[in-house]
């Protein structure tokens, strides 16, 4: 278990936060609304706040279990190490399997969108999307670096400008229903859960961010600054629509799917929804980039420690084709068959971003130089916080699923 030299010159750690952010703000974010209205108001921000504070702690784990191996480690050569072929194939199999269908949902959508823009073939357009934009992940990591602080700073301003009118128009009789004034609504947070994990997926990229920065400490800080982000994206949202929409009318939104459209619709009332629209619009389009190269540079690293690929640009080229064909393959033949897919990426997601780097945590402690260098903060507590939420979060996914989680009755 060697280490690579770090390089010579820190990278920048707004770099990198941005790259954490981008990822985790993409898919999940226009469906967080629906998914807490049951929720509502402070559950629902309880549910996020919690989330992103186990899902901190078990990246943190990650570069911790990692400290002990080469830079170019990746979730495959950790995990066999310290856990054995067994879990190491179950682990590989979710990395995989999340990554492959969240590239695999951004290829499509990115289509559709190119399509309705531009008019050209929607087949054609998720080609071109993939072919230009998988070359800053197949360049290196400070390209995706510069491309996220870009497309974080444009979501930023487009976010801004898109609530402005919501937040200039919150009620707080509406955001705290006062109308409902015997509601549940701790019960719904838990189906609010596998949502909230996937809104802060960042954990493809934690073994890039490592590589990236030669060292622990820098990605830790890096981490913490990109899902601070996150949060505060989620906050802001939840707060702006929560404060307009009445509990009882997001009903009809949710019968009809909890798209963005439906929900832009039934806030017309309060906003200039067409303007509204117009930015929500062009924040998802830099969302869904920005999780594309994000999740396509985690994956891309990931591949090229499982199968054992060179850093150069025939190993690099190989890596970029067992990473982005697949999914644009499987976008071409099956463009709208994603959806139950993506509905259980958040139960494989806690399979490898909670339950996971808990174990490898526990397990590096036990190891020579264990108690040396980088340590998640926490202790046994954060490791078994970090693991129940995992296991609850499983759970809870199924339990929607089956049906055995109560509705919210709005």
């Known amino acids: 278990m060697t280490r690579a030299a770090p390089p010579k010159s820190a990278p920048s750690l707004v770099g990198g936060a941005c790259i954490i952010a981008g990822v985790c703000v993409g898919a999940g974010m226009l469906g967080l609304p629906s998914s807490g209205a049951g929720a509502w108001t402070t559950w629902s921000g309880f549910a996020l706040v919690l989330t992103m504070v186990a899902m901190t702690l078990s990246g943190w784990m990650l570069l911790e279990a990692f400290k002990h191996f080469d830079l170019r480690a990746s979730f495959n050569t950790v995990t066999r190490a310290l856990l054995g072929p067994r879990i190491n194939a179950i682990s590989n199999l979710a990395v995989y399997f999340v990554g492959a269908i969240l590239l695999y949902a951004y290829i499509t959508s990115s289509g559709l969108i190119i399509q309705s823009l531009t008019g050209l073939d929607s087949k054609f357009a998720a080609v071109a999307f993939v072919a230009v934009f998988s070359l800053v992940v197949w360049h290196s990591t400070r390209a995706v670096d510069r491309l996220s602080v870009v497309l974080v700073s444009f979501m930023l301003l487009s976010f801004v400008l898109g609530v402005s009118g919501l937040a200039a128009r919150i009620d707080l009789q509406i955001l705290v229903d006062t109308m409902n004034p015997d509601g549940r609504y701790a019960p719904y947070a838990m189906a609010m859960l596998p949502v909230a994990l996937t809104s802060f997926g960042y954990h493809h990229s934690v073994a890039s961010l490592r590589a990236y920065y030669g060292q622990e400490r820098r990605a830790q800080i890096a981490i913490l600054g990109g899902t601070l982000i996150a949060l505060m994206f989620y906050l802001v949202w939840l707060v702006s629509i929560f404060g307009n929409l009445p509990r009882a009318e997001f009903a009809p939104v949710i019968e009809q799917g909890g798209d963005v459209d439906v ?49 150069n640009r025939k190993g690099r080229t190989q890596t970029w084709a067992v990473t982005f064909l697949p999914p644009l393959v499987l976008s071409l033949l099956s463009p709208f068959g994603f959806v139950l897919a993506i509905s259980y990426a958040g139960a494989a997601a806690a399979v490898w971003a909670c339950i996971i780097p808990a174990l490898l945590a526990r397990k590096s402690r036990m190891l020579e130089g264990g108690r040396t260098g980088f340590i998640a903060p926490g202790g046994q507590a954060a490791i078994a916080l970090v693991l129940v939420f995992g296991v609850l979060t499983i759970a809870f996914h199924f339990m929607a699923l089956a049906g055995w989680l109560p509705e919210p009755v709005l």
């Open 263 to 311: 929900l832009l619709q039934a806030l017309g009332s309060a906003i200039d929804s067409e303007r509204v629209g117009n930015l929500i619009s062009a924040f998802s389009a830099a969302a869904i980039l920005s999780s594309f190269v994000g999740v396509g540079l985690g994956t891309f690293d990931f591949m090229a420690d499982l199968f054992g690929f060179r850093n």
